[in-house]
């Protein structure tokens, strides 16, 4: 800060034409900021790459740069020196008759043309192996890699582990399906097709691969990797109605180790949280009403956007103190009698409907609604009051007004301590 303040100072003192101070000010602003623009490492940055795809499509990306800089400045060096040679130095000059024509240099012609061959020559290489090598997982990972199904919907993504089988009573299994958080195991070749239920949408995960659309009636792919454990943003790169903004996704990357505990956990049945004779007596939980948010107020607090790996992490173990039994055996209860059954699936729960996202782990996704806003009580129940002021022209804002569903404060409190309680 007192290298700012002494920054500023100067600059106030400096005899320079504010244009001058204001370019001095900009870059030092820029450098003192530095870092975060700098590398270019945002969530979404397609420059600090953490898998093998994306390094390859970012290759690509340097090959062409820096042929067309060079490009670049030849072109603009022979511009500049033309301008400087050739310029009428006097009014006689201004007045002259114009040099006689000709044809042009045949020399020249040529090796501009040999030039420009060469130029594309250079990018095309590298561009053919990359489109060949990111088009489908390498030959001899084939026999390794997670097979998983992305399908897109106004506006979130569905993921499907058709080969994991996930329990939904005592008879019966169906293949794994999560919302909106995609986790992979780290180091391993995950081949992802690409549907959609809809319109088109486009998968895209900048740190790791993309994009590639998801289209009606076509069956497109991508594959992907990630060199180590992670937490990544990703988002849907095609224009798909009101709220495509806002259609959101995480890559989740673990471990081999962990990922097998998570998918052991995700394949059994929602949790159930049974009230106990005597559970009416106990101090109840606490939760405040409802406070009022600013429009496109973020969801998502400081600390979660620190570390989200961790933040997530916290979430896949249930935490008994902090639950309260008859309030979660409310929430149940409403789930049924509020019809939210006739749209999500509750595996274990008796709940079956497929228009929107399977919530049997709902409590230990680390984001709601699409990605939008982080996984709290808090941002639960900011979705549940008004999902159509966060998420505009989406489908449950649409099902409370056809259904006439109302929620007081009170039954959207038990909602969220049933939700919460889905680990
Ligand atoms: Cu889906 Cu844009």
């Known amino acids: 800060m007192r290298l700012f303040n002494s920054l500023v100072t100067s600059l106030k003192r400096s005899s320079l034409a504010p244009w001058g101070r204001g370019v001095i000010a900009l870059a030092g602003v820029a450098l003192l900021s530095g870092c975060e623009w700098w590398r270019m490492d945002g969530h979404q940055s397609t420059i600090a790459v953490e898998g093998q795809v994306a390094r390859e499509q970012l290759h690509v990306f340097y090959v062409t740069c820096w042929v067309s800089g060079v490009i670049f400045v030849l072109v603009g060096a022979v511009?500049?020196?033309?301008?400087?040679?050739?310029?009428?130095?006097?009014?006689?000059?201004?007045?002259?008759?114009?040099?006689?024509?000709?044809?042009?240099?045949?020399?020249?012609?040529?090796?501009?043309?040999?030039?420009?061959?060469?130029?594309?020559?250079?990018?095309?290489?590298?561009?053919?192996?990359?489109?060949?090598?990111?088009?489908?997982?390498?030959?001899?990972?084939?026999?390794?890699?997670?097979?998983?199904?992305?399908?897109?919907?106004?506006?979130?993504?569905?993921?499907?582990?058709?080969?994991?089988?996930?329990?939904?009573?005592?008879d019966a299994k169906m293949p794994l399906v999560t919302g909106n958080e995609l986790v992979i195991p780290v180091g391993r070749a995950i081949r992802i097709n690409l549907r959609t239920v809809d319109v088109i949408h486009s998968f895209w995960v900048p740190k790791l691969a993309g994009k590639v659309d998801m289209i009606p009636n076509r069956a497109n792919h991508l594959w992907l990797r990630a060199d180590k454990p992670g937490y990544f943003w990703g988002q849907c790169a095609e224009y798909c109605g009101d709220s495509h903004a806002v259609m959101r996704f995480r890559v989740i990357a673990l471990e081999e180790k962990e990922f097998a505990e998570w998918l052991e956990q995700q394949t059994q049945t929602a949790r159930s949280v049974v009230a106990r004779v005597g559970d009416e007596n106990r101090p109840r939980a606490q939760f405040a009403a409802l406070r009022t948010f600013r429009q496109n107020e973020t969801g998502v607090t400081a600390q979660f956007d620190i570390n989200p790996l961790e933040s997530w992490r916290a979430l896949q173990v249930p935490d008994a103190r902090t639950e309260d039994p008859v309030l979660i055996a409310k929430g149940r209860e409403l789930f049924g009698s509020k019809t939210c059954l006739a749209c999500h699936s509750?595996?274990?729960?008796?709940?079956?409907?497929?228009?929107?996202?399977?919530?049997?782990?709902?409590?230990?996704?680390?984001?709601?609604?699409?990605?939008?806003?982080?996984?709290?009580?808090?941002?639960?129940?900011?979705?549940?009051?008004?999902?159509?002021?966060?998420?505009?022209?989406?489908?449950?804002?649409?099902?409370?007004?056809?259904n006439n569903i109302t929620l007081t404060n009170e039954e959207e409190v038990a909602l969220v301590a049933y939700l919460e309680s889905l680990k």
């Open 79 to 170: 511009l500049a020196y033309a301008m400087v040679k050739f310029r009428a130095r006097s009014d006689a000059d201004e007045h002259a008759e114009p040099p006689s024509q000709s044809h042009g240099n045949p020399l020249v012609e040529l090796s501009l043309i040999g030039a420009s061959v060469l130029s594309l020559v250079i990018i095309a290489v590298p561009t053919l192996k990359a489109i060949w090598s990111t088009y489908d997982v390498p030959e001899a990972e084939k026999g390794t890699a997670l097979e998983v199904t992305a399908v897109g919907y106004q506006w979130w993504f569905k993921f499907e582990y058709p080969t994991e089988l996930a329990t939904i009573n005592a």
């Open 346 to 402: 509750i595996r274990g729960h008796g709940a079956a409907g497929i228009s929107g996202p399977d919530l049997t782990h709902i409590g230990s996704r680390s984001t709601i609604a699409g990605g939008l806003l982080e996984n709290n009580r808090e941002q639960m129940q900011r979705w549940l009051h008004n999902p159509g002021v966060v998420k505009p022209g989406n489908k449950m804002a649409k099902g409370y007004r056809d």
